[in-house]
Protein backbone atom coordinates (compact mmCIF):
# COMPACT_ATOMS: atom_id res chain seq x y z
CA UNK A 1 0.00 0.00 0.00
CA UNK A 2 0.73 3.75 0.23
CA UNK A 3 3.58 4.73 2.72
CA UNK A 4 5.17 7.88 3.16
CA UNK A 5 8.72 8.00 4.36
CA UNK A 6 10.24 10.97 6.12
CA UNK A 7 14.01 11.64 7.31
CA UNK A 8 15.57 12.33 9.00
CA UNK A 9 13.64 10.33 11.98
CA UNK A 10 15.18 13.14 14.50
CA UNK A 11 16.79 16.19 14.62
CA UNK A 12 18.88 18.24 17.56
CA UNK A 13 19.96 21.54 16.20
CA UNK A 14 20.96 24.59 17.65
CA UNK A 15 18.76 27.79 18.09
CA UNK A 16 19.27 30.00 14.77
CA UNK A 17 20.09 26.95 12.86
CA UNK A 18 17.76 26.24 9.45
CA UNK A 19 16.19 22.98 9.41
CA UNK A 20 15.18 20.65 6.48
CA UNK A 21 13.24 17.69 6.37
CA UNK A 22 11.74 15.46 3.60
CA UNK A 23 9.14 13.30 2.89
CA UNK A 24 9.07 10.74 0.47
CA UNK A 25 6.67 8.22 -1.33
CA UNK A 26 6.72 5.15 -4.54
CA UNK A 27 3.24 6.48 -5.03
CA UNK A 28 2.20 9.56 -6.73
CA UNK A 29 0.40 12.47 -4.45
CA UNK A 30 -1.93 15.35 -5.59
CA UNK A 31 -1.80 16.68 -2.51
CA UNK A 32 0.85 17.35 0.50
CA UNK A 33 0.25 18.48 3.53
CA UNK A 34 2.53 19.16 6.78
CA UNK A 35 1.20 18.93 10.63
CA UNK A 36 2.91 19.84 13.31
CA UNK A 37 2.22 18.61 16.91
CA UNK A 38 3.64 20.20 20.21
CA UNK A 39 4.58 17.59 22.84
CA UNK A 40 1.18 16.45 24.64
CA UNK A 41 -0.79 18.48 21.90
CA UNK A 42 -2.84 17.10 19.10
CA UNK A 43 -1.46 18.17 15.53
CA UNK A 44 -1.75 21.24 13.76
CA UNK A 45 -1.70 21.90 10.10
CA UNK A 46 1.21 23.97 9.07
CA UNK A 47 1.30 23.83 4.97
CA UNK A 48 -1.07 22.58 2.26
CA UNK A 49 0.29 21.86 -1.01
CA UNK A 50 -1.90 21.38 -4.14
CA UNK A 51 0.11 21.57 -7.10
CA UNK A 52 3.72 20.22 -8.51
CA UNK A 53 6.58 22.41 -8.00
CA UNK A 54 4.34 24.47 -5.59
CA UNK A 55 6.48 26.34 -2.71
CA UNK A 56 4.32 27.58 0.07
CA UNK A 57 5.33 29.83 2.81
CA UNK A 58 3.85 30.12 6.71
CA UNK A 59 5.96 32.62 8.47
CA UNK A 60 9.30 30.91 8.92
CA UNK A 61 8.15 27.68 7.43
CA UNK A 62 8.51 26.93 3.65
CA UNK A 63 7.14 23.98 2.06
CA UNK A 64 7.94 22.46 -1.66
CA UNK A 65 5.50 19.80 -3.63
CA UNK A 66 8.35 18.03 -5.52
CA UNK A 67 7.89 18.00 -9.23
CA UNK A 68 7.84 14.43 -9.53
CA UNK A 69 4.57 14.53 -6.99
CA UNK A 70 6.57 11.40 -5.23
CA UNK A 71 8.23 13.90 -2.34
CA UNK A 72 7.88 17.12 -0.37
CA UNK A 73 10.29 19.10 1.62
CA UNK A 74 9.67 21.29 4.45
CA UNK A 75 12.73 24.49 5.95
CA UNK A 76 12.34 26.07 8.64
CA UNK A 77 14.53 29.09 8.58
CA UNK A 78 16.56 30.62 12.04
CA UNK A 79 14.82 27.88 14.31
CA UNK A 80 13.55 28.61 17.68
CA UNK A 81 12.69 26.91 20.92
CA UNK A 82 9.31 26.75 20.32
CA UNK A 83 9.94 25.08 16.85
CA UNK A 84 10.25 21.80 18.96
CA UNK A 85 8.07 19.01 18.30
CA UNK A 86 6.90 16.67 15.75
CA UNK A 87 6.55 17.12 12.07
CA UNK A 88 4.38 15.00 10.01
CA UNK A 89 3.78 14.60 6.50
CA UNK A 90 0.86 13.46 5.20
CA UNK A 91 -1.36 12.75 1.95
CA UNK A 92 -4.39 11.92 0.69
CA UNK A 93 -4.95 7.67 0.52
CA UNK A 94 -6.46 7.28 -3.24
CA UNK A 95 -9.92 8.28 -3.23
CA UNK A 96 -10.66 7.17 0.20
CA UNK A 97 -11.04 10.41 1.97
CA UNK A 98 -8.40 9.28 4.20
CA UNK A 99 -5.16 10.46 4.95
CA UNK A 100 -1.65 8.49 5.20
CA UNK A 101 0.68 9.94 7.79
CA UNK A 102 4.30 9.84 7.98
CA UNK A 103 6.38 8.50 10.91
CA UNK A 104 7.40 12.20 11.87
CA UNK A 105 10.91 13.72 12.34
CA UNK A 106 11.37 14.99 16.09
CA UNK A 107 13.15 18.30 15.92
CA UNK A 108 14.89 19.83 19.48
CA UNK A 109 16.26 22.87 19.10
CA UNK A 110 18.78 23.84 22.04
CA UNK A 111 18.90 27.27 23.29
CA UNK B 1 -14.93 29.22 17.93
CA UNK B 2 -15.52 25.83 16.20
CA UNK B 3 -13.18 23.05 17.40
CA UNK B 4 -12.69 19.49 17.56
CA UNK B 5 -12.62 18.70 21.97
CA UNK B 6 -10.99 15.86 23.72
CA UNK B 7 -11.74 14.73 26.94
CA UNK B 8 -10.55 14.12 29.68
CA UNK B 9 -6.73 15.22 29.29
CA UNK B 10 -5.63 12.45 31.50
CA UNK B 11 -7.16 9.02 32.22
CA UNK B 12 -6.21 6.04 34.55
CA UNK B 13 -7.89 2.81 34.54
CA UNK B 14 -7.18 -0.28 36.74
CA UNK B 15 -6.47 -3.43 34.41
CA UNK B 16 -9.35 -5.39 33.82
CA UNK B 17 -11.50 -2.14 32.72
CA UNK B 18 -13.01 -0.65 30.31
CA UNK B 19 -13.32 3.15 29.58
CA UNK B 20 -14.51 5.54 27.30
CA UNK B 21 -12.67 8.67 25.64
CA UNK B 22 -15.25 11.21 24.54
CA UNK B 23 -14.46 12.92 21.00
CA UNK B 24 -17.12 16.36 20.28
CA UNK B 25 -16.62 18.29 17.06
CA UNK B 26 -18.70 21.49 16.37
CA UNK B 27 -17.38 22.15 12.97
CA UNK B 28 -20.55 20.21 11.14
CA UNK B 29 -17.42 17.72 9.56
CA UNK B 30 -19.01 14.45 8.09
CA UNK B 31 -15.73 11.93 9.10
CA UNK B 32 -13.95 11.33 12.10
CA UNK B 33 -11.50 9.26 13.22
CA UNK B 34 -9.15 8.08 16.63
CA UNK B 35 -5.18 7.28 16.24
CA UNK B 36 -3.04 5.87 18.91
CA UNK B 37 0.57 7.33 19.50
CA UNK B 38 2.76 5.51 21.57
CA UNK B 39 5.90 7.43 22.48
CA UNK B 40 8.13 8.60 19.88
CA UNK B 41 6.45 6.66 17.18
CA UNK B 42 4.31 8.56 14.15
CA UNK B 43 0.04 7.82 14.48
CA UNK B 44 -1.87 4.64 13.65
CA UNK B 45 -5.39 4.29 13.05
CA UNK B 46 -8.10 2.88 15.23
CA UNK B 47 -11.56 3.29 13.56
CA UNK B 48 -13.10 5.87 11.69
CA UNK B 49 -16.11 6.86 10.55
CA UNK B 50 -17.35 8.60 7.47
CA UNK B 51 -20.90 9.10 7.99
CA UNK B 52 -23.31 9.03 11.07
CA UNK B 53 -24.52 5.47 11.88
CA UNK B 54 -21.50 3.56 10.39
CA UNK B 55 -17.70 3.09 10.94
CA UNK B 56 -14.80 1.10 9.74
CA UNK B 57 -11.92 -0.48 11.44
CA UNK B 58 -8.32 0.95 11.00
CA UNK B 59 -5.17 -0.84 11.41
CA UNK B 60 -5.19 -1.62 14.91
CA UNK B 61 -8.86 -1.95 16.06
CA UNK B 62 -8.71 -4.78 18.16
CA UNK B 63 -9.82 -4.23 21.58
CA UNK B 64 -11.71 -1.30 20.95
CA UNK B 65 -15.16 0.12 19.58
CA UNK B 66 -16.66 3.04 18.84
CA UNK B 67 -20.10 4.41 18.22
CA UNK B 68 -21.71 7.40 16.12
CA UNK B 69 -24.71 8.04 17.05
CA UNK B 70 -24.65 11.64 16.59
CA UNK B 71 -22.05 13.97 13.71
CA UNK B 72 -21.01 15.72 16.41
CA UNK B 73 -19.69 12.60 18.26
CA UNK B 74 -17.47 9.69 18.10
CA UNK B 75 -16.74 8.22 22.05
CA UNK B 76 -13.70 5.74 21.92
CA UNK B 77 -14.25 2.49 24.17
CA UNK B 78 -10.97 1.12 25.35
CA UNK B 79 -11.96 -2.58 26.58
CA UNK B 80 -10.01 -4.72 28.72
CA UNK B 81 -9.07 -7.06 25.51
CA UNK B 82 -6.64 -4.26 24.81
CA UNK B 83 -3.20 -5.67 26.06
CA UNK B 84 -1.56 -2.57 25.74
CA UNK B 85 -3.58 0.60 25.85
CA UNK B 86 -1.31 3.11 27.92
CA UNK B 87 -0.85 5.42 25.52
CA UNK B 88 -1.67 9.28 23.84
CA UNK B 89 -5.31 8.89 21.96
CA UNK B 90 -6.42 11.26 19.45
CA UNK B 91 -9.09 12.54 17.72
CA UNK B 92 -9.27 14.20 14.59
CA UNK B 93 -12.52 15.09 12.37
CA UNK B 94 -12.66 16.12 8.37
CA UNK B 95 -15.25 17.49 5.77
CA UNK B 96 -15.84 14.81 3.10
CA UNK B 97 -12.77 16.37 1.29
CA UNK B 98 -10.37 15.34 4.01
CA UNK B 99 -8.07 14.12 1.73
CA UNK B 100 -7.36 16.87 0.34
CA UNK B 101 -8.05 19.71 2.65
CA UNK B 102 -6.65 17.82 5.79
CA UNK B 103 -7.91 16.70 9.24
CA UNK B 104 -8.53 19.03 12.55
CA UNK B 105 -7.39 17.00 15.42
CA UNK B 106 -8.38 17.36 19.54
CA UNK B 107 -5.56 18.10 21.99
CA UNK B 108 -5.93 14.25 22.85
CA UNK B 109 -6.39 12.26 25.78
CA UNK B 110 -3.31 10.23 27.54
CA UNK B 111 -4.55 6.89 29.17
CA UNK B 112 -2.36 5.27 31.71
CA UNK B 113 -2.61 1.29 32.78
CA UNK B 114 -2.41 1.45 36.91
Known amino acids: GQQLNQSPQSMFIQEGEDVSMNCTSS?????WLWYKQDPGEGPVLLIA?????ELTSNGRLTAQFGITRKDSFLNISASIPSDVGIYFC???????????FGQGTTLQVKP | DGGITQSPKYLFRKEGQNVTLSCEQN?????MYWYRQDPGQGLRLIYY???????QKGDIAEGYSVSREKKESFPLTVTSAQKNPTAFYLC?????????????FGSGTRLTVV
Open chain 2, 49 to 55: SQIVNDF
Open chain 1, 49 to 53: LYKAG
Open chain 1, 90 to 100: AGPSGNTGKLI
Open chain 2, 27 to 31: LNHDA
Open chain 2, 92 to 104: ASSSQGGGTYGYT
Open chain 1, 27 to 31: SIFNT
